[in-house]
């Protein structure tokens, strides 16, 4: 049951669009090997689902490459998009979908700008997301857990040993 509600509810927040490769083209490839507890993966071309088995509640990664909105990343380089603006768009979406967006701040790897938002997605369910851009590319890693607290652990894990695979 946990791993039907995890694809589903992945599956449901899917990007869409043509996906393309910041570092790896193949998400088969990253090493899920550094994250603490037992993980089962399954890639999808530029799509990367995890769940956790022995994690507490229900815990999911899904790691996405796909292009960027159009100018997005200067717009985030020349700081014309700062946390604050997302921020913003962040809490506004979540009054409006009866949810509760609880922060949202820079966050760059290497060459890759972006932000981490840490949200309320619907009872029980948080999310810890990572949004990335570099050379016009999209990386979004978003963590999702039964509780606000292992969705920002798992999300800093990920973003610690998964991202910095991906990202130049």
Known sequence: MKKLIATTLLASMSLGGP???????DLSKVDTKALAGKWSTKPQGKRLVLS?????????????????????EDRVRTGKTTAQTMLD?????????????????K???????????????????YAN??????DHQL????CIASSRAEAKRVGALAFQKIAPQIVR
Do not use: W
């Open 19 to 25: 996906a393309i490769a910041m570092q790896l083209t």
């Open 52 to 72: 956790c088995s022995d994690c507490k509640g229900f815990t999911a990664i899904d790691v996405q490459l796909s292009k960027a909105p159009l100018g997005m």
């Open 89 to 105: 768009i962040c809490k506004k979406n979540a009054a409006k979908s009866g949810t509760e967006c609880y922060s949202l701040k």
């Open 107 to 125: 966050s760059n790897l290497k060459n890759a700008v972006g932000f981490v938002s840490d949200v309320k997605i619907s009872d029980n369910i």
């Open 129 to 134: 997301t990572y949004t990335l851009y570099q």
């Open 139 to 142: 990386l979004l890693m978003r």
